[in-house]
């Protein structure tokens, strides 16, 4: 029901453009084979370097970081298959793993879960860049969602790698096992980060 609203929406709203901006090739393609979209231009998506480059000073490489809107169903997906699957399984091969959970909005039930032994939770931050630049990697568990990810690449202007599933880095126009690791599922992120 609420799918077929939504997309109804933006075939109207698509046919009554004069032009479509997408942020990437994915999104001009969807919209050029679902919705019957002539005149796309592609921008794509960028963050300011200077603002995320990180200060000289010692990162905590066991430090895993997870970035996002801690309301939307997605990420919220994505912070469960951490806690129940990936994190418990790093810290039982690096007892001294910490998984810093950083975003806006996180349901009482993540406070909740956010008590277990090695798991922080920071709402509401003013500003993500001393996790950004403390932490020793970037984890995008995301199984579900569409969207753009400028997380990664605020990740990535701030030198802190990154791995994240196939999914969580679609529509960025970056190269796998270059400027970031990218694995298929939730249960290949735990060697990945290993290593």
Do not use: M
Not at 94 to 104: F, N, Q, T, Y
Not at 138 to 143: A, E, M, Q, S, T
């Amino acid at each position: 029901g609420q799918w077929l609203k939504f997309q109804r929406f933006e075939r109207e709203a698509l046919a009554g453009a004069q032009s479509t901006i997408a942020v990437s090739d994915l999104d001009a393609q969807v919209f050029r084979n679902d919705y019957g979209v002539r005149r796309i231009d592609v921008v794509e998506n960028g963050v300011d370097t200077a603002y995320f480059r990180p200060p000289a000073r010692p990162r905590h490489p066991k430090d895993l970081l997870f970035l996002g809107s801690l309301d939307w169903r997605p990420n919220l997906d994505g912070i469960v298959q951490l806690l129940d699957t990936v994190f418990p399984a790093v810290r039982a091969a690096e007892p001294e793993a910490r998984l810093v959970i950083v975003g806006r909005t996180p349901p009482a039930w993540l406070h909740a879960r956010a008590l277990q032994p090695g798991v922080e939770l920071h709402a509401d931050v003013a500003d993500v860049r001393p996790y950004l630049q403390s932490c020793g990697l970037l984890v995008v568990p995301l199984r579900i969602g569409g969207g753009s990810r400028i997380k990664i690449l605020e990740a990535l202007a701030s030198e802190l790698p990154v791995i994240s599933t196939r999914i969580g880095a679609e529509g960025l126009d970056l190269e796998p096992d270059n400027h970031l690791t990218v694995v298929e599922t939730i249960r290949d992120l735990i060697p990945a980060i290993l290593h």
